[in-house]
């Protein structure tokens, strides 16, 4: 950090002292003191967030008060404000130099023109028409630092391969592909190979940094002018999985079906489906038994020997949960339309929670 860059920072740390009541220090990677608004954070309640600080190194902000009345929901707020208003002084005081990491942000951000992407990839070592596959990866918080290291040991950082860490919970890594020889069965086999990478990564990450993992894949097509919607398409990918395939790790935005049509589907609409298929009932109010039910009929593509060998219960049991079920709700799932109606139903009560938390 140049003197330009702390003399802003200073300055501008004491004018959010002065507005939020908080003070502020900034740590480098190694955890040694930058700036500091206070005497010192010990014996106090902080609020802590990583930053990106010059030369791709991860530094932390803490947020500090001997006032216990200030901590509530506007203390993460001005958190994360703080930490925005780092980045951009750093990034404006820095005398225009940017690393990969930053250049890689940016462009998958939609922040840098096109064009300008396209004429400056080279400086960065960046093969502008190259095939790229972009993993989002999520992890929890207070395992970041372990996690984001195995992340680039796992890949090939700073060669063909760029690791992006966005925040304390999620990464994102561009990958450089071999070009395959065509579509169909090629393109098809390398999502193949992209997939069976990212479920070997979550089994990395749960080993090593210890924590649950959860990782949302695309495939761009060929040239860096193509990233930008690729990693649109892995986010949309990483939400949509999280809420309909809550027992899965791996999400490919291919392969989400029907999910990625009902997301956005208007709250409103949603509201009315459910109250005009079952009133005043919720189907989410099932119990795990009669859940797992539905769920293992559906995978069976409504083959009721198929389930009940699967459950490890006798035919009738089977049809009598169903029964039990066709009486409460009025649908009979056995049915294509009932089960089709049934199947929508549970998605958009999934959708509607997931908007609730």
Known sequence: MNRN?????????????????????LLDGRGEKLLDTGASFA????????????????????????????YGPSAD?????????????????????????????????GERPLDEAMARAREFSIKEKALYAVFLVETGEKAHKVALSAIKSFFRDGREDV??????????????RALSKGRGTAAETDMDEVLAEARELVGLLNIEAMTPAYVSVS?????IENLPGAYQEAKAAMEVGRIFFAQET??????????????????????????????????????????NTVRTLF???????ETSRQMYVHRNTLSYRLDKLKKEFGLDIRTFEDAMVFRLAMMISDLQRSRKA
């Open 219 to 223: 495939l761009s097509g060929r040239g």
């Open 43 to 70: 014996e106090t309640r902080v609020v802590k967030r990583a930053v990106g600080l010059p030369g791709n190194e991860e530094g932390t902000l803490l947020l500090y008060s001997r006032d216990p009345s200030l």
């Open 77 to 109: 707020q001005f958190a994360v404000l703080a930490v925005c208003q780092t980045e951009s002084l750093l990034k404006a005081y820095g005398g225009g130099k940017m690393d990969r990491q930053g250049f890689m942000r940016e462009l998958l951000m």
């Open 163 to 176: 690791v992006v860490a966005l925040d304390e919970r999620r990464t994102v890594i561009c990958q450089e």
């Open 299 to 305: 995978q069976n593509n409504l083959n009721v020997a």
């Open 250 to 291: 791996v999400f490919c935005y291919d392969q989400l079906g029907i999910g990625r049509l009902i997301c956005q589907i208007p709250e409103d609409v949603c509201r009315r489906f459910l109250h005009d298929v079952f009133g005043d009932k919720d189907v989410s109010s099932l119990d795990e038994e009669m859940q």
């Open 5 to 25: 860059q702390a003399a802003a920072l200073y300055g501008c740390y004491q004018v959010f002292k002065d507005t939020t009541g908080f003070d502020i220090c």
